[in-house]
C-alpha cells in the first residue's frame, strides 16, 4: 500500500466500558489465550480470554463485598496478572484507582497517598515494605487478593458506568517538579482503547509488555488497547528478563519509549560489529533497498538473523514517552521493522497522535486520533481538546486551570501541523534556550544530533553564562575522551548558525539523575 490517507480500521470493537470489552471477549474469543507471564523462574501461566473474565468477577464480587464502591485503591507492584485483576476489579465495581510507581521511596509514596486520598492499598509482596508505615491506609497484597477472590461466586454485575465519572488518579513523572494527580474518567480511558485502535493494526498475535502499569502508555495502551484487539499480552516483570522473554513471546508488536529503542540500537550494532558481519549486513542493506525500489521486500528473509533477536515476528515499534530521533526510524525499517512514532501526555489518557501502519512522516508524531481535535497557539504550543482529555488535577483547581482553558488542554510542547494533519514538535516550551540578543533555541534539537553517536550514553543541553553547554555521559568506552567528544561537538556545529552552535562539551562519570520513567529531570542536573 502507498504511503497516502485511508480510512480508519475496524478490527477492534468501538467499546462503551471496560466491562463491555470483557464481556465482548468472552462471547468472541473465549478459548483464544489473553495473558501469559512467568511463574518461578522457568514456569509460563497462561489465562484465556473466558479466565480473565471469570476472574475479573470473582475480584469484583470480592471488592464490592468487602470495600464496596466509592474508594480511592491505591495498586503498587510490578506489571502482574494480578495487577491487572485488582485494577480491572477496582473500575467495575464503582471505585477509583491510583496506580503508584513502585520505584518511588516510601515517604513519597505515603505522600502520593495521602494527595490521592487513597485509604486502600493493594500491594504485591516484594513492594509492601512502601507502605508498611502508611497512616490510615488498608494493605492487602495483590496475591492475598487473588487468593481471597478465588472462593468468590461470580453474582456481581460489572458495573459500565457513566463516561464522566471518575475511573483512575494516574500521576504525572514529576521531570519538573512535585506529580499531580491526573484524573482520567471512564470515558477518557474507553476513548483512548477504541480510537488508538482505529489507528493501527498490529498485524499479528502477540505483543510483549515492558512499560509498566502505573503508566497510561503501558496500561492503557500497551495492554489495554491489545486486551481489546484480543492478541495474547505476554506481560514482562522485570527489565533483566526483557531479552528472554522477547524470545518467549516472539512479538508482532510492542510499545516502547525511545530509551529502550536506542538501547537496543547499540547493543545490535555492537553485537554487529563483534560478531565480523558488519560487511555482510551493509551488503545485505544494499540489496534489500535495491530490491524495494522495484517493489520486492526480502528484509524480513535477508535479515533473518537480526530479527530472530527480536524472536523473529516482531514488524512494529510503537515508540511514545518522549522524542524518538528519526534516525532509529530510518535504522530498524532497513531490517524489516518499522517504528510508529506517536505522542501524548498523561493529561490525554495518554495517545493523542500516531503515525499509522501505512501513512506516516519520519520526523512527525502523526495524526491526530478520532474525536480529538489539535491547535497551536500563537506562541507555536500544541494544545488537544477531546474525549480522552483529563477532567483535571486531583484536588488542585489551580494547576488544572494553568494547562485548560475553553476545554482546550496546552501540552507545554511545540510544534507544527503540516498540510496532510502530521503534528511535528520542535520542543518543550519550558526548557527553551532565550539568548541576550532574542534568539530561541530548543535544546532537545541539538540534543538529537549528539545522540546518535555511538560514543555518547546521555547528553543533556543547557545554557550558562551565555554559552550553550552539552553536557554527556558516555558509553563505557569513550569515558573521558575529551578529544572525541571534541570533534563531535565540530560535527554537530557544522553547518548551523552561530547562536546554534554548542561552546564546550562537558563529561561526567555518572548517569543524569532521571525520574522512574527514565527521562532525565533537567531542573536537578542543570548547574544553577
Known sequence: MKNKAYPLYEIAPRIGSLAEMLEIKLEKCPDDIAIRYRKGRDGIEERTYGQVYHEVKKTA?????????????????????????AFLGALTTGNVAVPIDKELPAAEVEWLLKKADAGKVFVSKTYSDLVENAEGVQVMTLKELQNAAAGESED?????????ETAAIFFTSGTSGKSKGVVLSHGNI????????????????????????????????ATLMAYNYGVTIFLNKSLKRVKEDILE?????????????????????????????????????????????????????????????????LKYIISGGAPLNPFYVKEFRKFGIEILNGYGTTECSPCVA?????????????????????????????????????????????????????????????????????????????????????ENISPEELENDFQIDPGVNEVLVYEKD?????????????????????????????????????????LRDEEFIKNTSKKIIRYKNIPQ
Open 61 to 85: 464480587s470480592w471488592i464490592s463485598k468487602n470495600y464496596g464502591s466509592g474508594n480511592h485503591i491505591a495498586i503498587i507492584g510490578e506489571n502482574s496478572y494480578e495487577w491487572l485483576l
Open 190 to 221: 474507553v476513548s483512548e482503547i477504541s480510537e488508538a485502535s482505529a489507528m493501527f493494526d498490529p498485524e499479528g498475535k502477540s505483543t510483549l509488555v515492558v512499560l509498566p502499569f502505573h503508566h497510561t502508555f503501558g496500561l492503557n495502551v
Open 354 to 438: 500516531i503515525n499509522r501502519n501505512y501513512f506516516k512522516k519520519d520526523g512527525s508524531v502523526g495524526q491526530v486520533i478520532h474525536g480529538t481535535e489539535t491547535r497551536i497557539s500563537e506562541d507555536g504550543e500544541v494544545q488537544f481538546r477531546g474525549t480522552v482529555r483529563m477532567q483535571g488535577y486531583y484536588n488542585d483547581p489551580e494547576a488544572t486551570a494553568e494547562v485548560i482553558n475553553d476545554g482546550w488542554y496546552s501540552t507545554g510542547d511545540l510544534g507544527h501541523v503540516d498540510e496532510d494533519g502530521f503534528l511535528f514538535l520542535t520542543g518543550r516550551k519550558k526548557n527553551l534556550i532565550i539568548l541576550s540578543n532574542g
Open 156 to 164: 456481581v454485575e460489572l458495573l459500565k458506568p457513566d463516561k464522566d
Open 249 to 313: 513471546s516472539k512479538p508482532d508488536v510492542m510499545m516502547m519509549v525511545p530509551l529502550f529503542i536506542e538501547t537496543f540500537y547499540k547493543r545490535l550494532s555492537e553485537g554487529i560489529e563483534k560478531s565480523g558481519q558488519a560487511k555482510r549486513v551493509a551488503r545485505g542493506v544494499k540489496l534489500s533497498q535495491a530490491l524495494l525500489k522495484i517493489g520486492i521486500d526480502k528484509r524480513r528473509k535477508i535479515f533473518k538473523e537480526i530479527l530472530k533477536t527480536f524472536g523473529g515476528n
Open 466 to 506: 551565555s554559552k550553550i553547554i552539552a553536557e554527556i555521559f558516555p558509553e563505557e568506552k569513550f569515558m573521558g575522551n575529551q578529544e572525541y567528544f571534541d570533534q563531535l561537538m565540530a560535527k554537530v556545529n557544522e553547518g548551523r548558525p552561530a547562536y546554534k552552535q554548542i561552546a564546550a562539551v562537558k
